[in-house]
């Protein structure tokens, strides 16, 4: 029997067998590599180091181009910061125009510059709506009536009530359970799965990205979820609507924080956490407890701005606890939900009172009326009407009550509200003909050179005549567009006057919104001064007429095409795959900028390890160069640290991913975008790793052909970060990876391990099909054995030598030619197709995993 042995002229002294091969054991003196390949002189070392300084510049230009991008994008949210600060001013400087001309005429707080009026509403009636639960309870009990289009509803009642599972019943949340009954949009029977569209949903916690800015906050949900046909333009015009009217546009690039790291306040948070879902403009939006956690003025600001939006023809719908009388009043429509479930009372907050004290109820004086209907709720309070009084008869009342009406819900709401004469509201023309009186009048003042017009100079002179302090160039600027429109040099009286009257509609209409339009930079159609006069005084009059319905068609402009429902609400189309993954990774991009610390920890810890690594293969143990316990121990380190890694990039943000995968984003494109940037970091710490410990430990082999096994093994490995961050909880993450590291790296690829199942078929390939090590530490063997044709001559390191060849090898003539030989195509392939697999089942895990959250 021939045995092989590199060196002929050393005698056979012990042969020994495994399951598959005949090794040959050499015993001679200590060298272990051939002499040609050791560097002798710095020209030597310096070729060896050279790919080494290549690859570094490589890392470092895409790190630089990530830098440069990220501080483009801070700069440019500065710049955003400034603009909101001017247009502010601006607002200001008008509303002191015109108190100076006339005093009494009534303007809207805030215009809307870039949000429109919906060119279709949403009424939601609902017809003995329950939930089964799956054990066959019923938690809800034929909860009957209607919230009315553009209107502001409440949702209240002591716990146990079923407020909140009421409302996840409407949004089509109540995934625990079956709903019952029947649910109508626009009076048709819908099922609310089909309403994501044109939905909004704040959830109670206030679930927001921790490491964005307040204004990027909204910007991004602009992008992802408004209309796809949205210019940059009206993307800031919209993002600034949002910012001033949640009232945190003076913290708009302030990092939101968390926890750990503090940032803005509670009560701002909450306001970003509604703010970014009125940021995609729904035209239904429920609301869980916006409230909660919040002062009274918190309170009273947020619902303020709720009741803002309700005048852009958007219906809200939301639980609240208790809250102060101001604040009660402030709803259109109030649902009281007793205990089990059932209706008590639904119609406007201001007949509530009566409606109990029709039933007998005596409200103490210096009482809340809020407080008191939640006492009345729970049987705390007795009545006139029955001597022993149980809390489970408002049900039977209010039911004789509701029959006899016969399901008319506006007539039953105006049996318990004041139907008394109103006086008239004085219109939009008399408004002007009065504004333009005084106009004429003080005229010839404003006009200093009597030529007909205003130049900038003479309108910055009556700003600061009619305010404090002297209005600077750019608001001087910015209001002469908005009266004469773009590139005017002076503002004629028409134009002047038509700015002004237009000051009390609820959406800006001013000339320079026009410009915008007319260059394609703004909404397709815009409501002018005339239609909007209408629409102003409809509210008006609907606002005295407590319990009507608006009509669906009361903001009907002509609107943009969109997606028409069944149920005749539009919905605005979204961006698509490629639209939302280059949003995502814009976003992922300043993110990545923010992640310094976290970076440079783990940054630390490869170089620490690599360093470690190094010193113990060469000084402390002078393990031979092709030694492929020295790689396996290695590729297990960075497989570990890797994976470590990547459970963030799906693990932190889960309940934000939940919120935005329940609003409809695109899944492919929020992973790819994720992976794809994350492979940036992972890129730039398998460089580091490897460089370190190739500087240090010097092996004698080409930086671009070692570090192909170490690239091989951070793309497996990150799979495994990934995969295990989408079905494990963030808390047991390390843990798992630790294990999944120890054991298919550190155990199953052991080439010591590996000889004892050669050969039995379904360990072996169970092998192959799971261990990273198991491919990787071949193709490293591979190169280092092309490089140092190691001789040793040791009888343990020819053992080693030996037993790795009989393991990686099929036979010795794939030894001539490492590159071309099946051994390493068959590697390259398996980790190719593990690494593939694992992005597979992470993107399936991601998507399905938790599918309960994501409605």
């Excluded at 819908?190 to 916690?205: A, E, H, L, S, W």
């Amino acid at each position: 029997e021939h045995f092989y042995c590199r060196q002929p002229s050393v005698s056979i002294c012990r042969t020994f067998h495994t399951q598959r091969f005949v090794t040959v054991v050499c015993s001679l003196a200590t060298m272990t590599v051939d002499p040609s390949v050791k560097p002798e002189n710095f020209g030597d070392y310096a070729e060896l180091n050279m790919s080494v300084v290549i690859l570094f510049v490589v890392v470092a230009t895409l790190v630089i181009s990530v830098y440069l991008l990220d501080t483009h994008w801070r700069r440019t949210q500065i710049k955003l910061e400034k603009v909101t600060g001017m247009m502010n001013e601006s607002r200001a400087f008008s509303m002191n125009l015109v108190r100076h001309f006339m005093p009494s005429f009534k303007v809207a707080k805030y215009q809307f510059r870039g949000m429109q009026p919906k060119a279709s509403t949403v009424s939601v009636e609902f017809e003995d709506l329950g939930l089964e639960l799956k054990s066959g309870k019923r938690v809800l009990n034929g909860v009957t009536g209607q919230f009315g289009a553009s209107r502001m509803c409440a949702i209240m009642g002591p716990s146990g009530g079923g407020k909140t599972t009421f409302m996840n019943v409407l949004c089509g949340k109540a995934t625990y359970g079956k709903m019952v009954g029947k649910m109508m949009i626009n009076g048709k029977v819908t099922d609310p799965k089909n309403m994501r569209g044109f939905m909004g949903f704040v959830p109670q916690d206030d679930i927001v990205h921790e490491d964005l800015t307040v204004r990027e906050q909204i910007q991004f949900s602009v992008r992802l979820r408004g209309d796809v046909r949205h210019t940059p333009s009206r993307i800031e015009l919209i993002t600034e609507d949002v910012l001033n009217v949640m009232q945190i546009d003076h913290i708009q690039n302030s990092i939101v924080g968390s926890v750990e790291n503090r940032g803005i306040s509670g009560g701002q948070r909450k306001r970003v956490n509604i703010g970014w879902e009125l940021a995609a403009e729904p035209t239904l939006l429920f609301l869980d407890e916006p409230t909660s956690g919040l002062d009274s003025t918190s309170s009273l600001a947020v619902c303020l701005s709720l009741r803002k939006m309700c005048q852009l023809g958007m219906t809200s719908i939301m639980v609240i606890h208790q809250p102060r009388y101001s604040l009660f009043t402030l709803f259109d429509d109030v649902l009281l939900l007793g205990k089990g479930g059932q209706t008590v009372y639904l119609g406007p907050s201001l007949g509530a009172k009566a409606y109990f004290e029709h039933c007998g109820f005596e409200m103490p004086k210096d009482e809340n009326p809020a407080d008191w209907f939640m006492d009345v709720l729970s049987g705390e309070v007795a009545t006139t009407r029955v001597k022993n009084f149980k809390p489970d008869m408002l049900f039977g009342w209010w039911k004789e009550l509701h029959d006899a009406a016969k399901g008319d819900h506006a007539a039953l709401s105006r049996q318990f509200t004041s139907n008394g004469l109103r006086a008239r509201v004085v219109t939009h023309e008399e408004d002007r003909s009065v504004l333009c009186q005084k106009l004429e009048e003080g005229w010839d003042s404003v006009d200093e050179n009597h030529d007909g017009s205003m130049d900038a100079t003479e309108l910055g002179h009556l700003l600061g005549h009619c305010a404090a302090g002297e209005p600077s160039e750019e608001v001087v600027h910015e209001l002469l567009q908005r009266m004469a429109g773009d590139g005017a040099q002076a503002v004629t009286r028409a134009q002047f006057l038509d700015y002004l009257v237009g000051l009390a509609d609820d959406v800006a209409h001013d000339e320079g919104l026009k410009a915008l339009d007319e260059a394609g930079h703004g909404p397709s159609t815009r409501f002018h001064t005339e239609s909007a006069k209408k629409i102003v005084e409809h509210i008006a009059s609907l606002e005295h007429e407590v319990g009507a319905k608006m009509p669906c068609h009361c903001f009907g402009a002509p609107a943009a095409k969109g997606e028409d429902n069944d149920n005749g609400v539009v919905s605005a189309p979204r961006p698509n795959f490629f639209g939302q993954f280059r949003i995502f990774l814009l976003r992922r991009i300043v993110k990545w900028g923010r992640m310094h610390m976290q970076r440079a920890l783990f940054l630390g810890a490869l170089s620490l390890g690599g360093i470690i690594l190094a010193i113990l293969d060469g000084p402390i143990t002078d393990s031979p160069r092709w030694d492929s316990m020295t790689y396996l121990n290695l590729h297990t380190c960075l497989a570990l640290l890797l994976s470590i890694f990547c459970l963030s990039v799906f693990g932190n943000d889960q309940p934000v991913f939940w919120r935005e995968s329940a609003s409809g984003i695109c899944i492919p494109a929020y992973f790819f975008a994720k992976v794809l940037v994350n492979t940036v970091d992972i890129v730039i710490q398998t460089f580091l790793f490897t460089a370190v410990y190739y500087v240090v430990r010097q092996p004698w082999i080409p930086f671009w052909e070692f570090i192909i096994p170490f690239a091989w093994t951070s793309f497996v490995a990150s799979g495994w970060g990934y995969l295990v961050s989408t079905l494990v909880p963030p808390r047991h993450g390390p843990f798992f990876v630790s294990l999944v590291s120890f054991v298919v790296c550190g155990l199953l690829g052991n080439p010591t391990t590996m000889a004892n199942y050669t050969g039995m078929t379904f360990m072996e390939v169970a092998v192959s099909i799971i261990s990273i090590t198991r491919w990787t530490n071949q193709m490293s063997f591979i190169i280092a054995y092309k490089h140092l044709n190691p001789t040793p001559e040791d009888p343990s390191e020819a053992a080693k030598l030996v037993l790795y060849k009989g393991v990686f090898y099929a036979d010795d003539s794939d030894l001539d030619h490492p590159y071309s030989d099946p051994e390493f195509t068959h590697a390259c392939l398996a980790l190719s197709a593990m690494g593939v697999v694992l992005l597979v089942a992470s993107f399936l895990g991601l998507k399905y995993r938790n599918r309960a959250k994501q409605v």
